[in-house]
């Protein structure tokens, strides 16, 4: 699994990663989710790595079309779970033990009942942090500018419109041939964007 | 997904989803027969010589089996109030096993003859010098306990009835309306479950110690009982796949949804445990500890120890990844794990006021056991071969056999 996470961080490149190159990709629109979600899949098998699909709803198995690998989020999870749950006991045992040891209520120094609660606490909240910040690391989140903004069709991306998008430095890109690919997808406009 | 089908209240042949002729499964319920026998039959040869451990070990057995129909009463129960669409196609596993809660009643006769062995608190003239049973007399006395019983076992085969004649019978006129019904009557028969279950342990179970009390006892046992439930739920669910039955209408998605309940009131059960337990630990008054103290001393803390590890730890983190959750084999391995803790809950929570000395196995234990199982195996295989095993007509059940997680 470990390769795995390093592959999916991998494969995303960071935004300051982005390449000086005049063309940021192509993208292209599609009338209906089963266009695009054919589309994904003829995209996936033709062996292309470095490019998404926008739509404005979520669309069943599109993942699947896609080839999507499953997110590295679950581990992130479940290691900050596990640092707080230890980080939140260890602090209450020094804390209890050597650093002011106090008698509560005729309760030994290390009363780890009573350390439970907190430990459980800490736990759930790195768990959640590490849900909400690893999702935004992941999606490289938050992004101020993207080169597909520029795009006046791409507008219609949260109305009625669906997209995919195949980035420049993808190993099997080329700028015409990419671009009749997803024309003979049936796509509805194909556009080449600067980046 | 949606699918044109010509009946819409059709979504699957009979012949999908019932026992076929000759198949292993129709078995069922003459094993349970021959179980229940031999275990009846040990029970009177053993029973008389050892009569007060009899009366413990049969009612362990007998809360371990009711434990499990009351939590499909629930299950069934929030999938109606909650319009609940994947869990349609395990609803009438759930069905059938409540709908031995009429067994179940009459498999609590035997502790009538065992009530002064079990309960001291029923011994005559108990109260005579005791200021807290004199105070709680008005409650703990025979004739209201039997009362109360009577009224438990007649609501519970009430609802069980109502639910199962209901879906039952939408089968056969596949009329829309009763799974409007019976939505309309989950919220209040919840309700009614809850508090029945709640005074129910607090009888049967609690008042084992009649000094002590939790007043989270109820949810505590409620927590073991669905936990139970699901566990055997995931253990049939698998076992008729293997068997070729269901193949096309149970599928990885909804050993998945099973799996995630599982690990859910796992971690629920353990919240609720340790919350009763860290109260009473933490304000140490001598009549609320006396429990713990029992079951922290000699054999009775190593059971302690490994509920906590087996009840909660152990299928906490098994339970966690997602594949194990939709691999059949490792789902039904986490489930038969879980019953047989589930099991040693109720051991840990009933044996202790008769051996408060250390753990003592006995040969009545597997007796019961078998007597009790057996009964309740052979009533819910004797409903599986007469029903379908799915709601056939139920106006869901295409969208249940399509659902896939997101």
């Known amino acids: 699994m470990t390769f795995d996470l390093l592959r999916s961080l991998g494969a995303m490149p960071l935004v300051n990663q982005l390449p000086k190159g005049p063309y940021y990709g192509v993208l292209a629109e599609f009338a209906t989710p089963a266009d695009l979600y054919h589309a994904c899949e003829r995209v996936r098998d033709a062996g292309f790595t470095r490019w998404d699909a926008h739509t404005p709803f979520p669309v069943h198995g599109l993942e699947g079309a896609m080839g999507l690998r499953r997110s590295p989020l679950p581990w992130i999870v479940l290691g900050m779970g596990l640092l707080g749950a230890a980080l939140g006991f260890l602090l209450q045992w020094w804390v209890h033990t050597s650093a002011y040891p106090l008698v509560i209520s005729g309760k030994p120094f290390n009363a780890w009942p009573a350390f439970i609660p907190i430990t459980f606490e800490v736990a759930v909240l790195f768990a959640a942090l590490g849900a909400v910040l690893g999702m935004l690391g992941l999606n490289r989140l938050p992004m101020h500018y993207h080169p597909l903004f520029r795009s006046k069709v791409f507008e219609r991306v949260t109305d009625d419109a669906f997209f995919i998008s195949i980035e420049s430095w993808d190993p099997r890109f080329d700028a015409s041939a990419t671009g009749k690919l997803l024309e003979s997808l049936g796509a509805r406009s194909v556009e080449l964007l600067e980046s | ?406």
């Not at chain 2, 342990?201 to 007043?215: A, G, Q």
């Not at chain 2, 505590?220 to 055997?232: H, K, P, T």
């Open chain 2, 1 to 406: 997904m949606q699918e044109s089908r010509s009946d819409p209240h059709m979504a699957l042949r009979p012949e999908q989803a019932t026992i076929p002729p000759g198949h292993s499964w129709n078995r069922l319920p003459m094993i349970g027969v021959v179980l229940a026998l031999l275990g009846a039959v040990a029970c009177a040869i053993l029973g008389p010589a050892n009569p007060k451990q009899f009366f413990f070990s049969w009612l362990v057995s007998f809360l371990f089996f009711l434990s499990l129909a009351l939590g499909a009463l629930f299950f069934v129960l929030i999938q109606y109030a909650a319009q609940g669409g994947w869990g349609i196609v395990v609803r009438r596993i759930g069905e059938t096993i409540f709908a031995t809660l009429p067994v179940m009643a009459a498999l609590f006769l035997p502790l009538l003859l065992g009530l002064r062995d079990l309960y001291s608190w029923s011994v005559p003239g108990a109260a005579e010098h005791d200021a807290l049973l004199r105070w709680k007399a008005p409650y703990l006395n025979v004739p209201f306990f039997l009362i109360r019983a009577a009224l438990y076992f007649g609501i519970w085969s009430f609802i069980a009835l109502l639910y199962y004649r209901g879906s039952s019978g939408q089968d056969v006129t596949g009329d829309p309306a009763v799974s409007a019904r019976l939505r309309r009557l989950a919220g209040p028969a919840i309700i009614v479950l809850a508090l029945t279950q709640t005074f129910a342990s607090v009888d049967w179970i609690m008042s084992l110690t009649p000094h002590w009390y939790s007043t989270i006892f109820g949810v505590y046992f409620f927590a073991g009982s669905f936990v139970g439930f699901i566990a055997l739920l995931s253990v049939v669910v698998v076992g008729m796949r293997r068997a070729g039955l269901l193949n096309t209408v149970i599928s990885a998605e909804h050993l998945h949804d099973l799996g995630k309940l599982l690990f859910a009131f796992t971690a629920f059960w353990a919240y609720i445990a340790f919350s009763q337990f860290f109260l009473m630990w933490y304000a140490n008054l001598p009549e609320e500890t006396i429990w713990y103290q029992a079951r922290l001393e000699g054999s009775w803390k190593t059971v302690s120890i490994l509920l906590m590890a087996g009840h909660f730890g152990a299928p906490f983190f098994y339970l966690m990844g997602r594949a194990v959750k939709r691999r059949g084999s490792t789902l039904a391995a986490g489930g038969m794990w879980l019953l047989a803790m589930h099991f040693m809950d109720l051991y840990w929570q009933v044996m202790p006021t008769l051996h408060p000395a250390g753990v003592r196995p006995s040969v009545l234990d597997v007796a019961a056991f078998l007597a009790v199982g057996g009964c309740f195996g052979a009533a819910a295989g004797w409903l599986m071969r007469r029903k379908a095993l799915v709601p056939l007509r139920d106006p869901r059940l295409a969208e249940s056999i399509a659902f896939e997680n997101a």
